[in-house]
T-cell receptor, first 113, second 115 residues
Framework: KQEVTQIPAALSVPEGENLVLNCSFT??????LQWFRQDPGKGLTSLLL?????REQTSGRLNASLDKSSGRSTLYIAASQPGDSATYLC????????????FGTGTRLTVIP | DTGVSQNPRHKITKRGQNVTFRCDPI?????LYWYRQTLGQGPEFLTY????????KSRLLSDRFSAERPKGSFSTLEIQRTEQGDSAMYLC?????????????FGSGTQLSVL
């Protein structure tokens, strides 16, 4: 079974810093990897989806990279803002079925003004 | 299109009671998912519908849990004889089938507390 790990579990940074969140997965046979944002007590919002054939995706201040062979992905956030404070989860899809999306436990980010 | 809507947002119940949650997906989405998320964990798959057909169920879905999507639109998730271990956030997601690059849209969830 695919295992998805996110380290660290929590991270605090001062406003304006660039930061990197890490995601690792045990089985490199994936179709895609997705990064989500979750605000406290809320659902998940999709940020970026990287297909297995891609190396990175960018959206605004966010850049996600994928190294499928080593089972790693990073989410880079440039010029962090207090509004970026949330939990960030990565999820890997290992097939087209409904039960083939595996989530990590998330990194809780706090950006200090 | 106002996104995926879930009701209620919060539910507090006593052990042994039955509870029912509702999910209204994005209108043109034919796939609907239920996930459960406990504190500090990622969401875990419970069950999935394509239109009105329930096509997959997780082993996490004991016989106290039942889900329906009678007309292929909204869905309900019922938990009978609730236990304290059922306390969690129940998330609904919907999508329009796009193969392995399917993108899920999540609702805000129903937070269940069983006392």
């Amino acid at each position: 079974k695919q295992e998805v790990t996110q380290i660290p579990a929590a991270l605090s940074v001062p406003e304006g810093e660039n930061l990197v969140l890490n995601c690792s997965f045990t089985d490199s046979a994936i179709y895609n990897l997705q990064w989500f944002r979750q605000d406290p007590g809320k659902g998940l919002t999709s940020l970026l989806l990287i297909q297995s054939s891609q190396r990175e995706q960018t959206s605004g201040r966010l850049n996600a990279s994928l190294d499928k062979s080593s089972g790693r992905s990073t989410l880079y956030i440039a010029a962090s803002q207090p509004g970026d404070s949330a939990t960030y989860l990565c999820a890997v899809r290992t097939g087209g079925g409904a039960n083939n999306l595996f989530f990590g436990t998330g990194t809780r980010l706090t950006v200090i003004p | 299109d106002t996104g995926v809507s879930q009701n209620p947002r919060h539910k507090i119940t006593k052990r042994g009671q039955n509870v029912t949650f509702r999910c209204d997906p994005i209108s043109e989405h034919n796939r609907l998912y239920w996930y459960r998320q406990t504190l500090g964990q990622g969401p875990e798959f419970l069950t999935y519908f394509q239109n009105e057909a329930q096509l997959e169920k997780s082993r996490l879905l004991s016989d106290r849990f039942s889900a329906e999507r009678p007309k292929g639109s909204f869905s309900t998730l019922e938990i009978q004889r609730t236990e304290q271990g059922d306390s969690a956030m129940y998330l609904c997601a919907s999508s329009f089938e796009q193969g392995t690059n399917e993108k899920l849209f999540f609702g805000s969830g129903t937070q269940l507390s069983v006392l």
